[in-house]
Each structure stands twice: as structure tokens, then as C-alpha cells.
């Protein structure tokens, strides 16, 4: 009985200072999105949505070099779609939750991957004047995830990242587009840790 109090006290300890060694920041940036689908013919430009995210972060290093990376960001993705006259752009807002790992290669440079779990705030297609609202609609998927991966440089507190996010699930309803749709992101982003 003993023993095991012991060992449950030993844990909590090295729990508890594992939390003392958090950092906690935040970040803000450009997004350029696009969207992975083959249902757009070719005679159409498409065109990156540059949008924003930001968000908060929280780093808890694991030992010398690895590091786990988790993050709450607000995100602007999606794509504009032009021919001729005719534009549309698909706008998507996302609640994201990336976890990931980084892996310290260099004093100041890292490189990171891991799962990203996001929810979707928004989703509209602009057409000309016309607006269609994907989620009153019930056209578009709810929740979807993605693999992020990156690579930093850190100064002191200041982060700057580069960031891939590729969607893995197909953000629309069956019975809206026979295609698939996920949505891909570029993040180019600057933080600062407390």
C-alpha cells in the first residue's frame, strides 16, 4: 500500500513538473488555401484564398529535442475559382486543433508533423452577388481532419513557422458534388511564448 502511494506521489510530481515547464504563446498569420478536388474543369484559374489564423499555442517539451506542439487557431481556407467573367470564391472558417511533435535539429530550427482535428465555423460560396450558406444547407461536413507539417526558426520567444496543412477528409456531403473536397492549407505564421 505504501509502495503504491509512493509511486502515485512520485508520478503527480513528475506530472505536475512537466506543467511547470509549459510555455504558452501566441500566433498569428497568413493563410493561403486551396482546395484538392477534381471537379473543376480545366478551362477554369484557380486561385489561392489568402486569408489569416491566429490563435494560442502551448509547447511542453519531452526531453532535449522533442518537443509537443498544440495549438487552438482560428482559420481562413477555401479557394477562388475564375473564368471569364464568371468568379466564385469558397470560403471556409475553422476552429483547428493541431498536435504536434517537433523534433529540434539545430539550436534555433525544428521540424514538426502530427494531426490536425478542425471544425468548421463557416462555409459559404460568393458567386457574383449570390451567396450560398454550405452549413445551414447541411452541404458541407461538420468536423474534418488533416496532417500538418513544418518546419520553425526560433528566436528567443519569437517563433516563425511555415506550415502545410493537408486535409484528409472529404468536407462535403454526399449528395452535393459526386467529387471529393478537402481543403489544403499554407500557413506562413509568427509567434511569441510568455
Given at each position: 500500500m505504501r509502495k503504491s502511494i509512493l509511486v502515485v506521489l512520485l508520478v503527480g510530481l513528475m506530472v505536475v513538473g512537466s506543467f511547470a515547464q509549459m510555455n504558452y504563446?501566441?500566433?498569428g498569420?497568413?493563410?493561403l488555401g486551396?482546395?484538392?478536388?477534381?471537379?473543376?474543369?480545366s478551362s477554369v484559374d484557380r486561385k489561392f484564398r489568402m486569408g489569416f489564423a491566429f490563435g494560442g499555442m502551448m509547447v511542453m517539451p519531452l526531453n532535449e529535442n522533442m518537443e509537443l506542439q498544440t495549438e487552438?487557431?482560428?482559420?481562413?481556407?477555401?479557394e477562388k475559382f475564375e473564368e471569364g467573367?464568371?468568379?466564385m470564391e469558397i470560403k471556409m472558417d475553422v476552429l483547428e486543433v493541431?498536435?504536434?511533435l517537433k523534433y529540434k535539429f539545430a539550436e534555433n530550427m525544428a521540424a514538426y508533423g502530427g494531426?490536425?482535428?478542425?471544425?468548421?465555423?463557416?462555409?459559404?460560396v460568393e458567386e457574383e452577388g449570390y451567396e450560398l450558406d454550405l452549413l445551414e444547407e447541411d452541404l458541407v461536413k461538420t468536423f474534418g481532419m488533416g496532417l500538418s507539417f513544418g518546419a520553425q526558426y526560433m528566436m528567443d520567444k519569437i517563433i516563425i513557422d511555415a506550415r502545410y496543412d493537408l486535409g484528409l477528409t472529404n468536407m462535403v456531403e454526399d449528395d452535393f458534388m459526386t467529387e471529393e473536397a478537402k481543403?489544403?492549407?499554407?500557413?506562413?505564421t509568427v509567434g511569441y511564448l510568455f
Open positions: 504563446g501566441v500566433k498569420g497568413l493563410t486551396k482546395v484538392s478536388t477534381d471537379d473543376v474543369p487552438l487557431m482560428y482559420v481562413m481556407k477555401g467573367s464568371f468568379d493541431p498536435v504536434l494531426i490536425s482535428l478542425d471544425y468548421i465555423v463557416s462555409a459559404k481543403f489544403n492549407t499554407i500557413y506562413l
